[in-house]
């Protein structure tokens, strides 16, 4: 009887060893969330977005961004106003608004350049990606700071 | 008429100089690239982050970079988290750093002529709303209307309020982390 206990007791203990290391494994090396498989939050035009964190950065803050970094993933509609390339080689796209103090710079990735490279500007495009930061009026750069929008790539309609 | 014409193109010149003088004061970057790099016995940790914006008044010596804290990007997704989690950078508190400094000595950098300048910046980096004065060296590189600027400096995690007293992270994190800095500038 207490053998058999033992018994029960050490392939418990062992399950649990390998269950437990192998979630803690899981952990450790779990992938970066897909974005462009990942459900859009909200869906909005870069005007919204740039009024939204305009008119209360806080709140917007709030709403958008995540405390582990996943924060929500957007679909963003705009005009685009201007084309370049980061250190990164990533393509980035401004959506701005003709009249809007600031954009949505919505920054490609290695696998979605090519869709951004064949942009012109003044063409209106849907984005989806995810927000990194807010839209806001900087005192010491003394311009006004764009929404950063990440791991982009053109919404097809 | 030729008094005229003579007239009429120094004016447009003299308007063309002051034109070219007021952009030029303020040069603007969102070409940048800054790198968070921890050593340990452990392990190496490395965070990159593209989307900072960055100015350099050419007149004052100012030099402002703008960082948003959610674009550092790490090889592991748990590290992510961890680093953004209120537990480390408190990224959803505190979306943005900034580093606001001052070129020491002006004077010796020409950035309308070709050349590459070593330069003393001092100054104030703020992270999670803790402010402490640095002074670090760079590189200002003038190529044509290209200007790039170089940093590389260490920054100590306790002067922000990031401490680790046990677990993984007090071993695998290092508590000086060395902070590279890119900026590409260009005067239009």
Known sequence: MKKKLFKIASITALAGLIIGGGAMLYMFNMPHRDIQSAKVDYALTSTQIVSEYLSDKDAANEKYLAADGDSKILEVTGIVSKISEDFNNQKVVLLKGNNDKAGVNAVFTAETNTNASNLKVGETITVKGVIRSGASYDDDLELYENVILEKSDIVQN | ?188
Not at chain 2, 18 to 29: I, R
Not at chain 2, 73 to 97: G, V
Not at chain 2, 122 to 150: A, C, M, S
């Open chain 2, 1 to 188: 008429m030729k008094k005229v014409s003579i007239l009429l193109s120094s004016l447009l010149m003299l308007l063309t100089i002051s034109a070219y003088g007021q952009t030029n004061d303020k040069l603007v970057s969102s070409k940048t690239h800054m790198k968070f790099y921890s050593h340990t016995a452990v392990e190496d940790i490395e965070a990159n982050n593209y989307a900072s914006v960055s100015t350099i008044n050419t007149e004052t010596g100012e030099v402002v970079f703008s960082v948003p804290m959610q674009s550092f990007e790490f090889e592991k997704s748990q590290m992510q988290k961890h680093y953004n989690s209120d537990k480390f950078l408190d990224t959803k508190e505190y979306p943005k750093a900034k580093l606001k400094g001052k070129i020491t000595k002006l004077s010796d950098v020409d950035f309308t002529k070709d050349g590459k300048y070593s330069v003393l910046v001092e100054g104030e980096l703020t992270i999670k709303e803790k402010t402490n004065t640095i002074t670090e060296k760079g590189t200002i590189d003038v190529k044509g209307n290209t200007i790039n600027v170089q940093s590389k400096f260490n920054i100590n995690l306790a002067d922000y309020g990031i401490t680790f007293a046990k677990g993984k992270p007090s071993t695998n994190i290092a508590k000086e982390v060395e902070v590279t800095v890119h900026s590409e500038y260009s005067a239009e």
